[in-house]
């Protein structure tokens, strides 16, 4: 089917999230902001359920495409390419956009030509239930852990002066790794106040079967892909993603909780 141009993309890469993807998809569709087209890449799946679902879809702002399993970097970057939007939105085969997102990062970005990036904030749901604040965007933070999740909306003009999701960041961090390349020329980010992006948690996904040793793998893959941005900037290692990482840890909270008594008492003898 033929979409006509539109203001606004959302790209779903969908591999084997055939029992998600409707209700991604109605969450798209219950914006009431108007003026969009879905496009939906299936990067290889194999699942049968996945399979008719996509094979049903019949949707006039929607149209679907089939590659050969590439990986999530090269099937955003084909939907990407495929799209007509002035503006783009990935989103997840397992998520659900937040009830106003579109609207609102739509009218930050026709009224701030400066503006690259438009994030907001994250909910939780599914096997864990919560809000997550994302911290308002500095360039030093971002070189330190990821501060924006994928669902967020910049110019496909500006995503055409780079070079897309890097394929090298297929094991996760692919959206951490584009932002930079994004905004490594310069470039304003805002944030809403507002619910971007309701987070699926699953018993397993790709995120939370990161190992340690992969995690330092990818971290060093994303210093690789931007040495030179890294060399112009040096972060606060406070703010690193390793540094979140031991702060939130089991064994962190549990060493601070038994040290405690013992701050209390040398705050008696002193």
Excluded: C
């Excluded at 609207?103 to 904030?121: I, M, R, S, T, Y």
């Excluded at 890097?166 to 619910?195: A, R």
């Amino acid at each position: 089917m033929s979409v006509s141009s539109k203001t606004v993309s959302v790209i779903i890469p969908v591999f084997n999230n055939g029992n998600y993807l409707n209700d991604t998809i109605q969450s798209v569709v219950n914006q009431a902001y108007k003026d969009f087209e879905i496009i939906v890449v299936d990067d290889g799946s194999t699942d049968q359920n996945t399979l008719q679902v996509l094979k049903e879809i019949n949707h006039p702002q929607i149209e679907v495409f089939i590659q050969d399993y590439a990986g999530v970097s090269i099937a955003r970057n084909y939907g990407i390419e495929k799209a007509s939007g002035k503006y783009i939105l990935p989103l997840d085969a397992d998520d659900l956009l937040g009830d106003t997102f579109i609207e609102q990062a739509v009218d930050v970005l026709d009224k701030n030509p400066l503006v690259k990036v438009v994030f907001g904030d994250v909910r939780m749901f599914g096997k864990k239930h919560g809000m997550k604040k994302l911290p308002n965007h500095s360039l030093e933070m971002l070189l330190g852990q990821n501060t924006m999740v994928v669902t967020s909306m910049f110019r496909k003009a500006d995503f055409l002066n780079t070079s897309g999701f890097n394929p090298n960041m297929n094991e996760g961090f692919e959206d951490w790794d584009f932002w930079l390349t994004l905004l490594e020329s310069g470039g304003d980010v805002f944030k809403l106040d507002t619910i971007a992006l309701h987070y699926r948690i699953k018993e397993s996904s790709r995120n939370s079967s990161l190992t340690a040793q992969k995690m330092q793998k990818l971290r060093r893959q994303i210093y690789e892909n931007h040495k030179e941005l890294y060399a112009r900037h040096f972060f606060d290692p406070l703010k690193s993603f390793e540094y979140g990482l031991l702060l939130t840890s089991k064994e962190y909270k549990l060493g601070k909780k038994l040290l405690r008594p013992l701050r209390i008492l040398l705050q008696k003898l002193k």
